[in-house]
């Protein structure tokens, strides 16, 4: 098994392609190592000293270095967790834990204009922030304002409100004129 291995926009995030699928559908986040229980991958990962986050795609793992640790001292270990992982056989997500699709459910006057938005962040966003290790979810839209998610090598990067602000805002503005306004949230 060969692991590839890309930089991402936030040096503090490695992608992993392991060439093979990781998760049939959705993504999964893991941004410390108390909210790995339901991913046995996510657990292994975690067991390397210096990981504070992973971020599981459809065919990459991303993870987050913690700030005293450097790529050298960890990457060899966290190839082989993924790689130990994968050859074992046993399951990225535990059976009754299944991946998120993303987006939150949204109802009510807005629900037409929140489609729109959702269908732009699935078919223009979502692919290209994937590329970079990442993702991005809608949470909801109250009087104009956007609110999004960000999620793997796009969590903390320093580049992360440049691409809400100039990239997905203006974007969404474009298309839907009742868009004023992208902010990001933490969940």
């Known amino acids: 098994m060969f ?32 909210t790995a229980d339901k991913s046995p991958l996510a657990k292994r990962i975690f067991s390397v000293d210096g990981v504070a986050g992973v971020f599981l795609g459809h065919d990459f793992v991303t993870v987050t270095k913690g700030d005293a640790t450097e790529w050298d001292h960890v990457k060899p270990a ?41 269908e732009l962040l699935d078919s223009r966003v979502r692919p290209a922030v994937a590329q970079d290790g990442g993702d991005i979810t809608f949470h909801g839209f109250d009087r104009g304002v956007v609110y999004l998610h960000m999620q793997g090598a796009c969590a903390g990067c320093p580049s992360s409100t440049l691409t809400l602000k100039m990239g997905i805002e203006n974007l969404l503005r474009h298309y839907i004129p009742e868009v004023t306004e992208v902010r990001p949230i933490a969940v």
Do not use: R, W, Y
């Not at 991402?8 to 998760?23: H, I, M, R, Y």
């Open 78 to 118: 966290i190839l082989g967790a993924i790689m130990e992982h994968f050859q074992s056989g046993a399951p990225v997500m535990d059976a009754d834990h299944t991946a998120t699709s993303g987006h939150a459910e949204h109802s009510g006057e807005d629900a037409e204009i929140v489609d729109q938005i959702k």
């Open 3 to 34: 692991i590839q291995t890309e930089s991402t926009p936030n040096p503090a995030t490695l992608k992993f392609l392991p060439g093979q699928t990781v998760l049939e559908a959705g993504t999964a986040d893991f941004p410390a190592p108390d």
